[in-house]
């Protein structure tokens, strides 16, 4: 075992320095939270809603009528964006 001598005031400093970083992190906790989070959904998930084939869905996202983002080769989609295309099939 190794004993180690710290002085006090860098204890006491190094304890402030972690607190505010606490409270930045709570505050960013808060802060997400308020914000409307989306949970996107994936491309499965949205040809289960639509109930539609993974070529239509490529045709939705080519022509532009299904914004979505992508991450490496998948595919992510806003639920408010497919809810559009729904109530727009709907009306016709």
């Not at 006090?8 to 409270?23: D, Y």
């Not at 289960?48 to 993974?54: D, E, G, H, Q, V």
């Amino acid at each position: 075992m190794e004993i180690v001598c710290v002085d006090a005031r860098k204890i006491v400093n190094l304890k402030s320095k972690l607190e505010s970083l606490k409270a930045q992190a709570q505050q960013l906790q808060v802060c997400k939270r308020d914000k409307s989070t989306i949970d996107w959904i994936d491309g499965q998930e949205v040809m289960a809603i639509l109930n539609i084939s993974p070529r239509t869905l490529q045709t939705y996202r080519d022509n532009g009528m299904l914004p979505f983002s992508q991450i490496g080769a998948k595919f992510y989609y806003k639920p408010s964006d497919v809810e559009l295309i729904l109530k727009t099939a709907k009306i016709k």
